[in-house]
C-alpha cells in the first residue's frame, strides 16, 4: 500500500492511526501542501486525487481511494481486527456520529484551503483566522463532549474498552485544537479519551512529527 500524505494533514493522520493500529504495512508517498504552491494541485497528483486534498490510499492491487472516513470504512472492511468499530448496531452509529461531527462539521472549517480565502480575497488577518478557527472548534467539542456525557460511558475511550473511529477523528482535532491555542478544560471527556489512545504504542507512531516527510523542529 502506498499512502500519499502530509505530515500535518489532519485527514492523513486519520488515516495512519487506523493503518497502525491495524498494523498495516505501507509506504508514505509525501505530498507537500505548501512547497511550490502546493504539491496537491500538481496535475500528476489531480489524476490521482481528483479534489487535490490527502490523504489517498492506493491498495495492491492499484485501486486508488480517497476521503479519510471512507478509507477507514475501506480498512475496517478489509482488516477487521483489531476492529474499529464496537460491536452493536448502536454503538456502531454513535461512533460514526462522533467521528463525522469532527470530520465534517469541525476539520473542514479550519482546512488549509478555507484559511487560505479567508485570508485571500477575503481580507482576514492572522488574529481574525485565528479566533475563526477558536469558535468552531469550540462549538463542534462542546457538542462532542455533550455527547459522551449523554452516553454517560466510564471510559476512558469514547466508546467501549478500546480506540475506535472516534479517537481516530479526535486526536488529530485536538492536535489541531493545540497548535491554535484553544482553551481545552471544558472537555474533560474529550481529553480523557485523547489522553488513553495517544498512550497506545500505534497512536504513538502516527502523530505528526514522526512521519518521514515531518521537517526537523516541526515547521511547515
Excluded at 493545540?178 to 502523530?207: I, K, N, Q, T, W
Aim: include cysteine; charge should be neutral; aromatic fraction near 10%.
Amino acid at each position: 500500500m502506498k499512502l500519499y500524505s502530509y505530515w500535518r494533514s489532519s485527514a492523513a493522520y486519520r488515516v495512519r492511526l487506523a493503518l497502525a493500529y491495524k498494523a498495516v504495512a505501507y509506504t508514505t508517498v509525501p505530498v507537500h501542501l505548501l512547497a511550490g504552491g502546493g504539491e496537491q494541485h500538481r496535475a500528476a497528483y489531480r489524476a490521482l486525487q481528483p479534489q487535490g486534498l490527502v490523504p489517498a490510499l492506493v491498495d495492491d492491487d492499484g485501486t486508488v481511494l480517497f476521503q479519510s472516513l471512507a478509507i477507514l470504512e475501506y480498512l475496517e472492511e478489509r482488516y477487521p481486527g483489531p476492529p474499529l468499530l464496537p460491536a452493536g448496531s448502536r454503538d456502531r452509529a454513535f461512533v460514526r456520529a462522533f467521528a463525522l461531527a469532527l470530520a465534517c462539521d469541525v476539520h473542514p472549517l479550519s482546512n488549509l484551503r478555507v484559511l487560505r480565502y479567508l485570508e485571500d480575497p477575503l481580507g482576514a488577518d492572522e488574529d481574525a483566522r485565528g479566533r475563526w478557527i477558536r469558535h468552531w472548534i469550540g462549538l463542534g467539542f462542546e457538542a462532542c463532549e455533550s455527547m459522551i456525557a449523554r452516553r454517560g460511558a466510564e471510559g476512558p475511550f469514547v466508546c467501549g474498552p478500546g480506540p475506535t473511529f472516534a479517537e481516530v477523528c479526535l486526536v488529530p482535532q485536538l492536535y489541531n485544537a493545540r497548535r491554535y491555542g484553544c482553551d481545552l478544560s471544558p472537555y474533560p471527556g474529550l481529553l480523557r479519551a485523547d489522553e488513553a489512545a495517544r498512550a497506545l504504542p500505534s497512536f504513538a507512531a502516527a502523530v505528526p512529527e514522526r512521519q518521514p516527510d515531518a521537517p526537523a523542529g516541526g515547521g511547515a
